[in-house]
């Protein structure tokens, strides 16, 4: 991702969780968190848990996200440079003042008669913790779906209804494992209607309109085959593909690990021959460790999770 | 897409886990001889709950997102380097680089780092843990340090590497993902248990030639742990003999020189001269990357080092000579007791640097000094001296040269009070001063390193340690005073003249004769030649001298017992320093011829890389 990726990313993000964006410019991003990204974003889940079994109305935080550091401090320098803008005092400014003093004393500082306090500054650079944070923050909130597709407009016809059919839609992480790894990104979609599997789901997804609610003058046709029987079909076709690929690299796996357990069979056996009979187990249940750790370290398998999932409301019978 | 699997039980997700078996009813079969395929159906699972239940359903553009973030994250070869688009902070250097990529590709991630002091094996560390952490192979590691190197790893790995590690500080700290911590913590109970009833997916060990050892706990700790990765960071795998690299690169990978007894007859022919050095080299090239600084030793500049004598004022000088009478008297009063007896000579040393110092400890003594004693009396005299004392020799001397130089200078004490004056004197001569010191926080001491960059032409330091000061753009420093312990010496220079420092270094040792001072900068200036020595050295000579006591401590009782008697204390101190001297001169002499042999096949291990300021 690039800073322009990354600008845009994040600005989907605020806007999907009701964030609202105080200030903004191609490089950076002022916000104050709506509860839900603040819950995912500010590491306060004692906080959280204190609003939840109290209902005390919450308090988010606000923060500066920088998109682009180095536009930002650009930006940020030459603003420095010019004379800064006197600042018109408040309606009340006294009466601001009081609290503010009343609040020191007290210990407590309402955010809203202190605008100008510190607020957290975040690089969120491609790696940077707080864009990680972003990432788990979608993907928590972006798991499971039910859509309906848009009708387009002019087919619409007041008498006619059109009908949807039922697809399972899965985003799938291909992990290829060893001492080292890989990974592939898989879209399938399965008609829940006729069992069709479609790849690369997710691009076709995305050049319709989606909907939450199921549109009017639509019907949805009757499901034949079940969500675990369509989640068969997609695995089975996802096995296929992966049956066809190259191994060397597991091979090759495959051989550093039956060369690491020769090594320390090597070192182990006569050690364990030659130990008094007391030492013997201690010494056969480090070896047995040592085994288990070469094992973990090297050995080849595929592995495969979702990263999300949906139930996805498409025009016609697929 | 296990909301449940958050970071508490986070580790279920590295099915990998030698212990652990998938989560659920995972379905297994054979894509390929030996390579199972494992498909994760807990999403399905989910989503047929919400079917069921019609809801709850998530936001279509996080939905997006997500897929989004899972494409940019995207691992999509074996063997390129990730991390390194993620590291937007700093560079590393080609061969920290290229022994990242050599411990990742072809040594599995079990590996000795050994480079020569300087050269980033931090750094390398930190590209492999994070590399490993990126493509998801690496979530629980531990990392095992000296104590007094915790929190420098950690605002290392967090800075540069964007790595949430912790300290580990309190029982609960063991849960965070990444951890540091001091070795002789962990090994200790209950940490001890804990820690080995643990699957880490890394451990890194810095300092490990303090695992020489097969007897030690350390070894056998480090031994019994259960890890996958394995990082041993140490510029030195061998200090006396070979056993010691056999007993490393058998805890790293036991079998690899073979067992005790073949590594003896086939690479030992004496403790520290090795045969078959050929095989003995590839053996070691598999498991060992050291690079080394280019035959010109590392690019140094030079140090230019100036003793500059003073005289004491007269009113200086009283007060020099009542101190030195006060500490007498005390001494001889409570015979024995050392302890306090040393912040009396703590006195003594103040006075050649302050009187604002002396005045200080005075006003403590004072008070914690019973009414009734007679001593009072004698404290308050001295209260008197220092009234009389309107100008410091130094201070002025100090203010001569920095004028003379006019560039950047730092100047060291060891005492806040002199600090506090020297700032004041050099702001009332219209002269821009910034201080740092141990107790400021980070971001303070930030700040005044920004300062003295931009605006202040000085900066006046009571603290060497801690590697936030790096002070290339310096080519100045004054040692207002000087410690006593050599090594907090040596860290100041180390502040100034080091990697990257492109002038020659000029080193102004402020020294009044007649003192105690005297006597201090001849020993460390003449006797240990600390000023010239090479880095690590200093280490080394004062491994052999302080067997029992610290210098500082055999010179604070050198200066009590020689009382009055100037002659009895040059004479114990000419003998300190020749038998440092000798020290010296064996270390220099007898070690690399000792290891030659050793070190060529070490040296061979890896390759030079040119460092150049």
Not at chain 2, 322 to 340: K, L, M, P
Not at chain 2, 358 to 371: G, I, R, S
């Amino acid at each position: 991702m690039n800073e322009r990726q990354i600008h845009k990313f994040v600005q989907r993000y605020l806007e999907a969780t009701d964030c609202r964006i105080v200030e903004k410019s191609p490089a950076h991003f002022q916000v104050k968190l709506s509860p839900r990204a603040d819950r995912d974003l500010t590491n306060r889940p004692y906080y959280w848990s204190f609003v939840d079994r109290t209902g005390a109305e919450p308090e988010t935080m606000s923060m500066l996200l920088v998109t682009d550091k180095n536009k930002y401090d650009e930006a940020d320098a030459a603003a420095k440079q010019k004379p800064p803008v006197p600042q018109k005092p408040a309606a009340g400014s006294a009466g601001a003042a009081g609290e503010a003093a009343f609040g020191r004393s007290f210990g407590y500082l309402n955010s809203t008669i202190n605008p100008s306090a510190r607020m957290a500054r975040e690089d969120l650079h491609f790696g940077a913790r707080r864009l990680e944070q972003l990432f788990q923050s979608a993907k928590l909130g972006g798991s499971y779906l039910c859509l309906f597709q848009e009708p387009e407009k002019r087919t619409s016809h007041p008498l006619h209804s059109t009908a949807y059919s039922a697809w399972l839609g899965v985003n799938m992480k291909v992990e290829f494992l060893c001492d080292m790894k890989r990974e592939e990104i898989h879209s399938f979609g399965i008609s829940l209607a006729t069992g069709q599997c479609l790849e690369q789901f997710n691009d076709r997804l995305l050049q319709h309109k989606m909907t939450p609610k199921l549109p009017p003058n639509v019907h949805t046709a009757k499901n034949a085959i079940t969500l675990n029987k369509a989640a068969s079909i997609a695995e089975g076709i996802l096995e296929r593909k992966l049956r066809a690929y190259d191994y060397g690299w597991a091979d090759a796996a495959a051989r550093r690990l039956e060369e690491e357990l020769s090594t320390i069979r090597h070192y182990y056996e006569p050690l364990i021959e030659g130990a008094e009979e007391e030492h013997r187990p201690l010494i056969a249940e480090q070896y047995e460790r040592r085994q288990d750790e070469i094992r973990w370290q090297y050995e080849p398998r595929v592995s495969v999770s979702a990263t999300n999932c949906g139930i996805f409301y498409l025009q016609g019978i697929g | 897409m296990h909301p449940s699997n958050d970071s508490a039980n986070g580790e279920q997700q590295l099915s990998s886990s030698p212990s652990g078996a998938g989560a659920g009813t995972p379905k297994r079969k054979l894509l390929h001889p030996g390579v199972e395929l494992h498909f994760d159906r807990a999403w399905l699972q989910q989503l047929q709950e919400r079917v069921d239940r019609n809801g709850p359903w998530d936001d279509w553009t996080l939905y997006q997102l997500a897929v989004e973030a899972e494409q940019s994250k995207l691992v999509s070869s074996f063997d390129d380097l990730q991390c390194l688009r993620s590291l937007p902070s700093f560079e590393p250097m080609p061969h920290q680089i290229s022994t990242a990529r050599k411990v990742l590709h072809e040594m599995s991630g079990r590996a000795i780092l050994a480079d020569e002091v300087g050269l980033g094996k931090t750094i390398e560390a930190g590209l492999v843990l994070k590399e490993y952490m990126v493509r998801g192979l690496v979530k629980r590691a531990l990392i095992l340090v000296p104590a007094s190197l915790v929190l420098q790893w950690v605002r290392e790995l967090n800075t540069k590497f964007g790595i949430s590690a912790y300290a580990q500080k309190k029982d609960h700290s063991w849960g965070y993902d990444v951890v540091v911590a001091s070795m002789d913590t962990a090994k200790r109970d209950p940490h001890r248990d804990k820690l080995l009833n643990q699957d880490y997916d890394m451990l890194i060990i810095d300092e490990a030639h303090k695992l020489k050892n097969k007897k030690t706990t350390n070894y056998q700790f480090v031994n019994a742990m259960r890890k996958k990765y394995c990082l041993l960071l140490t510029a030195t795998p061998v200090q006396n003999d070979l056993d010691e690299l056999f007993n490393l690169i058998t805890l790293l990978k036991p079998g690899q020189l073979g067992g005790q007894n073949e590594f003896a007859a086939n690479f030992v022919v004496d403790k520290r001269l090795p045969k078959n050095e050929d095989q003995l080299q590839e053996a070691l090239q598999a498991v060992m990357i050291r690079n080394r600084r280019g035959d010109g030793g590392i690019h140094f500049t030079k140090r230019i080092v100036k003793n500059i004598r003073l005289k004491l004022s007269a009113e200086e000088q009283a007060l020099y000579d009542a101190v030195t009478n006060f500490v007498r008297e005390r001494f001889d009063e409570n015979q024995g007791d050392w302890t306090s007896m040393l912040s009396l000579v703590t006195l003594q040393r103040e006075v050649c640097s302050s009187r604002d110092a002396v005045f200080l400890t005075l006003v403590n003594m004072f008070k914690k000094t019973p009414e009734d004693s007679p001593v009072r009396a004698k404290i308050w005299q001295l209260v008197e001296v220092i009234r009389g004392i309107q100008a410091n020799t130094k201070a002025e001397k100090a203010m001569e040269l920095v004028r003379e130089m006019n560039d950047k200078v730092i100047i060291f004490t060891e005492y806040r009070a002199t600090q506090e004056y020297l700032l004041q004197y050099f702001r009332s001569h219209n002269m821009v001063a910034v201080p740092y010191r141990g107790g400021m926080n980070r971001g303070k001491k930030d700040w005044m390193m920004d300062l003295f960059r931009g605006r202040a032409q000085v900066l006046i330091a009571t603290e060497a340690g801690g590697e936030g000061i790096n002070l290339q753009f310096c080519h100045h420093m004054i040692n207002f005073d000087l410690p006593w312990n050599p090594m907090r010496v040596e860290q100041r220079i180390g502040r100034v003249h080091r990697l990257g420092q492109t002038s020659d270094v000029h080193i102004y040792n402020l020294c009044t004769i007649g003192t105690i001072e005297e006597h201090i900068v001849s020993l460390l200036h003449e006797k240990i030649n600390l000023f010239e020595l090479v880095i690590g050295e200093l280490d080394h000579i004062l491994e052999r001298f302080e067997k029992n006591e610290t210098l500082e401590q055999r010179l604070a009782r050198l200066l009590l017992e020689a009382g009055t008697n100037k002659d009895a204390l040059k004479e114990g101190i000419d003998e300190l320093g020749s038998s440092l001297s000798r020290i010296r001169d064996e270390v220099e002499l007898d070690e690399p011829v000792d290891l030659g042999a050793v070190d060529a096949v070490l040296n061979a291990v890896g390759q030079t890389i040119e460092v150049r300021p």
